[in-house]
């Protein structure tokens, strides 16, 4: 079971955290104009790249959002972070 960090709580298992979305990532807009194809490529085509990887995840015991940076080779957390903007 690997730890993760919560900017917010400490430490904390992993089964405790869901992925969010690749951090970056731009919703198109706006959405009632937004093809199928443009839309299905949002949700489900994703970088996925070797090596660190910036994401947001959230960690559902407090419910905040933040940003991990990990390393998807080694799975190490490089780094866990409030997302830009929020008051701490």
């Known amino acids: ?3 993760f960090t919560c900017p917010f709580c400490g430490p904390r298992e992993e089964t405790e955290f869901h992925f969010a979305a690749e951090a970056g990532k731009h919703r198109p807009e706006p959405a009632e104009e937004t093809s199928d194809t443009d839309w299905a490529d949002y949700l489900y085509m994703n970088d ?3 090596g660190p990887s910036s994401e ?7 419910g905040e959002f933040f940003l991990m940076t990990r390393d998807t ?3 190490d957390i490089l780094d866990s ?3 830009p ?3 701490e």
């Open 1 to 3: 079971m690997q730890i």
């Open 48 to 50: 996925a790249p070797r």
């Open 56 to 62: 947001v995840w959230v960690h559902v015991t407090c």
């Open 73 to 75: 080779v080694s799975r």
């Open 81 to 83: 972070t409030a997302l």
């Open 85 to 87: 903007g929020r008051n």
